[in-house]
């Protein structure tokens, strides 16, 4: 069975930085894609950025230059180093990986969601 657990989510000013993480655990035999959604209250889940098994990234419009993700392969975890966070930026943000466990074939698995606020 195959886990992604964030965090690293709460509370920040406008202007701040947080630095979201999400492992996978479990009986995995490889990842290809890693990602993160967001969705805040009453809108519809906005896709934010990817990466890919050999690092190549892509970013939605919206986050594009001040969120950075990364991977590190030896730990199977992905990162969202998120700047400049604007309160248009507060929802829950979910982790997704393409995984391919030990045994099955792959599938797309999501962790539980971590809360982000952007207030003053």
């Known amino acids: 069975q195959v886990q992604l657990v964030e965090s690293g989510g709460g509370l920040v000013q406008p202007g701040g930085s947080l630095r979201l993480s999400c492992a996978a655990s479990?009986?995995?035999?490889?990842?290809?894609?890693m990602g993160w959604f967001r969705q805040a209250p009453g809108k519809e889940r906005e896709w934010v950025a990817t990466?890919?098994?050999?690092?190549?990234?892509n970013y939605g419009d919206s986050v594009k230059g001040r969120f950075t993700m990364s991977r590190d392969n030896d730990k199977n975890t992905v990162y969202l180093q998120m700047n400049s966070l604007k309160p248009g930026d507060t929802a829950v943000y979910f982790c997704?990986?393409?995984?391919?466990?030990?045994?099955?074939?792959?599938?797309?698995?999501w962790g539980q969601g971590t809360q982000v606020t952007v207030s003053s």
């Open positions: 997704y990986g393409i995984i391919r466990p030990r045994l099955g074939v792959q599938g797309t698995y």
């Open positions: 479990g009986s995995i035999f490889s990842i290809n894609v």
């Open positions: 990466i890919t098994s050999d690092g190549s990234t």
